[in-house]
């Protein structure tokens, strides 16, 4: 198992940039497709993005396509979400989720269902 620590989080105006950090520790990080989901205040968690164990494919949610990106370094077990042009409902706890050896449907990494290492989360705030 790896075991996930986030970081990056902070208060940013619209229109900002951020970049979340997702450093794993343990073994074969680079088995692990990875995610990233968010909660906002009164919300449930939602899908973000997710970046298959190869690298080979990536997922977004429709509300962040063209302004996150999600990206990882095996080398270094690092998974990376740079958030671009930041908006008010992009406000929650981010957190990084990992999944092993896991490839299925595109539908299917949306759920939390193939993760099952969570991070304590990072918390983003945007201000109007």
């Known amino acids: 198992q790896v075991q996930l620590v986030e970081s990056g989080g902070g208060l940013v105006q619209a229109g900002d940039s951020l970049r979340l950090s997702c450093a794993a520790s343990g073994r074969s990080f680079s088995l692990y497709t990875m995610g990233w989901f968010r909660r906002a205040p009164g919300k449930e968690r939602e899908f973000v993005a997710a970046i298959t164990w190869s690298g080979g494919r990536t997922y977004y949610r429709d509300s962040v396509k063209g302004r996150f990106t999600i990206s990882r370094d095996n080398a270094k077990n690092m998974v990376y979400l740079q958030m671009n042009s930041l908006k008010p409902e992009d406000t929650a706890v981010y957190y990084c989720?990992?999944?092993?050896?896991?490839?299925?449907?595109?539908?299917?990494?949306?759920?939390?269902?193939?993760?099952?290492?969570w991070g304590q989360g990072t918390q983003v705030t945007v201000s109007s």
């Open positions: 989720a990992a999944a092993p050896m896991y490839s299925g449907s595109s539908g299917s990494y949306s759920t939390t269902r193939p993760y099952e290492m």
